[in-house]
């Protein structure tokens, strides 16, 4: 495997480009703000169908396109760049990595309604208050004449409420396992979560009893776990350098036209230094986010810590690129019917999502020993 951008690569990134612009302008992004679930799932159906979304990660006997997460990074990246309101990180990020080392019986189930776009599916562990944590279990599994069920509160779950299918961890007899709960279930109620960010949903999903199918090892619910949020890192360090890359286009053309002291402002010394420092910073993010993508496939030993200096790496280059575009627009960047505030809102959830940098810089240290 290479880490090169191949034309099978590249041509995907240009079809979804061309199809996000079409399929889902910043117009339509703002009327699904409006919703409770901040989630189109017309556009989701689409890009399932039409991209193959849904499917990229997900292996061919089970419905999907075999690809990997190379792949699925270059698609990403666009998304993050249209702040298409998907469930491609709920679904592709969390669900169908933590799916992979089930039994092939709950594979068989649940992978190709998650391939074919017609099932959202999400990851469940934290439980409200905790912060992301993914050391406690905020559930607890029951094995009874029936089958498992499982009773515990999840709060925030990242499309929660958009979700037919969750994945939710919960102690176990044999230790944390991972259990399959569709959302119809009788013991579920899932409740929206107002967010800074209005592109992304989250919820506080609750359960009484729900029934549940176990979709790990007994036991192998924390590996499932950090599987999933390994290469969720992958999935929104991409989205986030796409997010990045849009706020740094936006200022350029900005500076281009906005005129002070009878000059285009980008003229001034202090914006080409805003933009070239935030050029920079988005290429090495980039570049880490392939490179973490890269190793999903090619080098898994190396994949967590990769994938935590992606989001990292990622996460501060497009916090910076945000706010310098909002400084660069002025005031009218403020404004609501402007969508650099539309970038910033995301560039701080995206930042504070499954951990803060901070959060993950100690999680580095610690992978690397020192």
């Not at 910043?26 to 849904?54: H, I, K």
């Not at 990246?77 to 169908?96: K, N, Y």
């Not at 660069?328 to 970038?343: K, Q, R």
């Amino acid at each position: 495997m290479s880490l090169a951008t191949t034309q099978e690569q590249h041509a995907l990134q240009n079809t979804t480009r061309r199809f996000l612009a079409s399929a889902s302008p910043l117009t339509r992004v703002r009327a699904v703000m409006d919703t409770p679930t901040a989630f189109d799932a017309e556009l989701w159906e689409r890009m399932s169908t039409e991209l193959g979304a849904a499917g990229l990660a997900v292996p061919e006997e089970f419905g999907g396109a075999g690809l990997g997460y190379q792949e699925v990074s270059y698609l990403a990246e666009e998304a993050g760049r249209a702040l298409a309101p998907s469930a491609l990180l709920a679904t592709v990020g969390l669900a169908v990595p933590a799916l992979m080392t089930a039994p092939d019986e709950a594979r068989a189930a649940l992978l190709p309604r998650i391939a074919d776009g017609s099932a959202v599916a999400t990851v469940a562990w934290q439980a409200p208050g905790d912060s992301w944590s993914a050391s406690t279990t905020a559930a607890r599994a029951t094995a009874g004449t029936r089958g498992w069920t499982v009773s515990g509160a999840f709060s925030p779950v990242l499309d929660g409420a958009a979700a037919a299918v969750l994945l939710v961890l919960a102690e176990a007899p044999g230790g944390p396992a991972m259990f399959a709960v569709e959302a119809g279930d009788p013991g579920v109620r899932i409740q929206p979560l107002a967010a800074l960010d209005q592109t992304r949903g989250l919820a506080r999903v609750d359960l009484v009893d729900a029934r549940a199918t176990l979709v790990s090892s007994p036991g192998g619910g924390r590996e499932a776990l950090s599987a999933a949020l390994a290469h969720a890192d992958v999935v929104l360090a991409s989205e986030m350098v796409g997010g990045a890359q849009a706020s740094l286009d936006m200022s350029v053309a900005y500076a281009r036209v906005r005129e002070q002291f009878g000059r285009p402002i980008g003229s001034f010394q202090a914006v080409k230094h805003k933009c070239a420092e935030a050029l920079v910073e988005i290429e090495g993010a980039r570049a880490m986010a392939r490179y973490a993508a890269w190793c999903a496939e090619a080098a898994p030993h190396e994949l967590e810590q990769a994938a935590a200096v992606a989001k990292a790496t990622a996460a501060e280059a497009y916090f910076r690129a945000a706010g310098d575009n909002l400084q660069i627009h002025g005031g009218i960047g403020v404004t609501w019917e402007h969508d650099a505030h539309l970038y910033f809102k995301r560039s701080k959830a995206s930042l504070m999502l499954f951990g803060d940098v901070g959060a993950y810089r100690r999680r580095i240290a610690d992978l690397i020993g020192i």
